[in-house]
């Protein structure tokens, strides 16, 4: 399942991918434990879903550009600006 990684700001690692085993639920979540730990920040699609790619904006926001569709992961491709700073 295509994903995307990146490094962003202070060290901390951002991933996107489609979670759950059917290509399904477009998430975006954050490490800055070098990968021992993920805390979800997003939620971006729920239905079917395919490829997405990170890049960093500034120091809180990351933007994911995602496949997504109702009935088939490549019906659109989707933009969402994410926030990803710890609370």
């Known amino acids: 399942?295509?994903?995307?990684?990146?490094?962003?700001?202070?060290?901390?690692?951002?991933?996107?991918?489609?979670a759950a085993k059917r290509r399904t639920q477009v998430t975006v979540r954050t490490s800055a434990a070098v990968t021992r730990t993920w805390r979800q920040v997003a939620w971006l699609h729920t239905g079917p879903s395919a490829s997405s790619r990170l890049d960093a904006f500034d120091a809180k926001t990351v933007g994911c550009l995602y496949e997504n569709g109702a009935q088939h992961a490549s019906e659109r491709i989707r933009f969402a600006r994410v926030d990803v700073r710890t609370s």
Not at 6 to 13: W, Y
């Open 1 to 18: 399942c295509p994903a995307s990684f990146i490094r962003h700001e202070q060290g901390r690692l951002v991933f996107s991918n489609a």
